[in-house]
C-alpha cells in the first residue's frame, strides 16, 4: 500500500552526516601555517569551517600576519588541497560515523534506494575508502553541479538519478544552507546535529546512530 508521503529514497549529504573530514582539513591547514613559520589552533580553525578554500587561505595568512601575490596564493592553496587528499586517502572504513552502516542496511532491506549528494569533488575518493558503495544508488558530486547549497541542485540531481519524484526524498544535512537546499527542492529533511543550528528541518538526530526506520517512517 502505497500513500502520496511515502518515503521511496534517502540521500545522505557526506561530511558531517556519514564521515567526519573537518580534522583532515585542519591537519593540512596546520601543515600549511607550519612551513610558513607559525601555528593553527583548533580553535582559530573554528574561522575556517564550510567556507571556501581561498576564503579559508585568507583568514590563515591574516592569522600569520603574511601578504602573498595572487599567483602564490592558488599555489599555497593547491598544496594545501593536495594535502588533504592524500589523508582522506588513508581513511578507512572505521573511519564512517557510528550508525552509519546499521541505518545503511536497514534501507537497503526495506527497499529504499540510497544516494549520496555532496558539494565535493573528493566525495568518489572518500566513500572508496570507507567502502560504502554497494549501499549507493547514485552519487551527486561536485563534479556534476555547478550551483552550490542553498540551491537544490545536487539533491534534485540525486533524486533525478535514482527516479524518484522529489516529494518522495528524505534529505540527511548537518548544514543550514543544505537543509534550505533540500526544502528548495520540495525534500523532507533531517537535520543531524545541533536543534539550535538546523531548526528548520522536519527531524533532528545528533547522528545516524540515533536513526532507524521506525523513526524515518513517522515523518510520512
Given at each position: 500500500?502505497?500513500?502520496?508521503?511515502?518515503?521511496?529514497?534517502?540521500?545522505?549529504?557526506?561530511?558531517?552526516?556519514?564521515?567526519?573530514?573537518?580534522?583532515?582539513?585542519?591537519?593540512?591547514?596546520?601543515?600549511?601555517?607550519?612551513?610558513?613559520?607559525?601555528?593553527?589552533?583548533?580553535?582559530?580553525?573554528?574561522?575556517?569551517?564550510?567556507?571556501?578554500?581561498?576564503?579559508?587561505?585568507?583568514?590563515?595568512?591574516?592569522?600569520?600576519?603574511?601578504?602573498?601575490?595572487?599567483?602564490?596564493?592558488?599555489?599555497?592553496?593547491?598544496?594545501?588541497?593536495?594535502?588533504?587528499?592524500?589523508?582522506?586517502?588513508e581513511?578507512?572504513?572505521?573511519?564512517?560515523?557510528?550508525?552509519?552502516?546499521?541505518?545503511?542496511?536497514?534501507?537497503?532491506?526495506?527497499h529504499?534506494?540510497?544516494?549520496?549528494?555532496?558539494?565535493?569533488?573528493?566525495?568518489?575518493?572518500?566513500?572508496?575508502?570507507?567502502?560504502?558503495?554497494?549501499?549507493?544508488?547514485?552519487?551527486?558530486?561536485?563534479?556534476?553541479?555547478?550551483?552550490?547549497?542553498?540551491?537544490?541542485?545536487?539533491f534534485?540531481?540525486?533524486?533525478?538519478?535514482?527516479?524518484?519524484?522529489?516529494?518522495?526524498?528524505?534529505?540527511?544535512?548537518?548544514?543550514?544552507?543544505?537543509?534550505?537546499?533540500?526544502?528548495?527542492?520540495?525534500?523532507?529533511?533531517?537535520?543531524?546535529?545541533?536543534?539550535?543550528?538546523?531548526?528548520?528541518?522536519?527531524?533532528?538526530?545528533?547522528?545516524?546512530?540515533?536513526?532507524?526506520?521506525?523513526?524515518?517512517?513517522?515523518?510520512?
Amino acid at each position: 500500500m502505497s500513500n502520496s508521503n511515502e518515503i521511496q529514497a534517502c540521500i545522505f549529504d557526506l561530511d558531517g552526516v556519514i564521515v567526519d573530514t573537518a580534522h583532515y582539513h585542519y591537519q593540512a591547514w596546520k601543515r600549511l601555517a607550519n612551513e610558513l613559520g607559525f601555528d593553527l589552533t583548533p580553535e582559530q580553525n573554528e574561522k575556517m569551517k564550510g567556507i571556501g578554500r581561498m576564503q579559508s587561505l585568507d583568514i590563515l595568512l591574516e592569522l600569520g600576519n603574511i601578504q602573498k601575490e595572487k599567483k602564490e596564493k592558488k599555489q599555497l592553496a593547491n598544496k594545501k588541497n593536495e594535502w588533504y587528499q592524500e589523508y582522506i586517502r588513508e581513511m578507512q572504513p572505521e573511519n564512517l560515523l557510528p550508525g552509519v552502516i546499521p541505518f545503511l542496511e536497514e534501507l537497503t532491506e526495506a527497499h529504499i534506494l540510497i544516494a549520496v549528494g555532496s558539494a565535493s569533488k573528493n566525495a568518489p575518493t572518500i566513500i572508496r575508502q570507507v567502502q560504502i558503495g554497494r549501499y549507493l544508488d547514485a552519487l551527486i558530486d561536485g563534479s556534476k553541479v555547478t550551483k552550490g547549497k542553498p540551491d537544490p541542485e545536487v539533491f534534485l540531481k540525486a533524486a533525478e538519478e535514482m527516479g524518484i519524484a522529489p516529494e518522495h526524498c528524505v534529505v540527511f544535512e548537518d548544514a543550514q544552507a543544505g537543509i534550505e537546499a533540500a526544502k528548495n527542492g520540495g525534500m523532507r529533511t533531517i537535520g543531524v546535529g545541533s536543534p539550535d543550528v538546523l531548526s528548520q528541518a522536519d527531524m533532528v538526530i545528533s547522528g545516524l546512530h540515533q536513526m532507524n526506520l521506525e523513526k524515518l517512517k513517522t515523518l510520512e
